[in-house]
């Protein structure tokens, strides 16, 4: 089974930057999709981004032009760029793998403890 472990949260400025990260285990990774979620206080946890095992991406149309989801097979680790960040960007953010079922992307893995990022206004 793979586990992630998400890093690379922290508080930033509106506006500002971060760059997370996701260490995966398993000899199965370059064949998943993965995904980005988040899960902001006292609500569902949502996709933010997702990419196939040839690199295809899809967004959230929340972080649409604003987040960049990328994957290193080589070092089985996902990456997701955030720029322009909000307030509203505000949460945990884990990594999953993903499959596609029922014309939306599921996880499918086990959780791990996500990584908290704040934006401040």
């Known amino acids: 089974q793979v586990q992630f472990v998400e890093s690379g949260g922290g508080l930033v400025q509106a506006g500002g930057s971060l760059r997370l990260s996701c260490a995966a285990s398993g000899s199965s990774f370059n064949i998943n999709a993965m995904g980005w979620f988040r899960q902001a206080a006292g609500k569902q946890r949502d996709m933010v981004a997702t990419?196939?095992?040839?690199?295809?991406?899809d967004y959230a149309d929340s972080v649409k032009g604003r987040f960049t989801i990328s994957r290193d097979n080589a070092k089985n680790t996902v990456y997701l760029q955030m720029n322009s960040l909000k307030p509203e960007d505000t949460a945990v953010y884990y990594c999953?793998?993903?499959?596609?079922?029922?014309?939306?992307?599921?996880?499918?893995?086990?959780w791990g403890q996500g990584t908290q990022v704040t934006v401040s206004s």
């Open positions: 990419i196939s095992s040839s690199g295809s991406t």
């Open positions: 999953n793998s993903v499959t596609w079922l029922y014309s939306s992307w599921s996880p499918w893995g086990y």
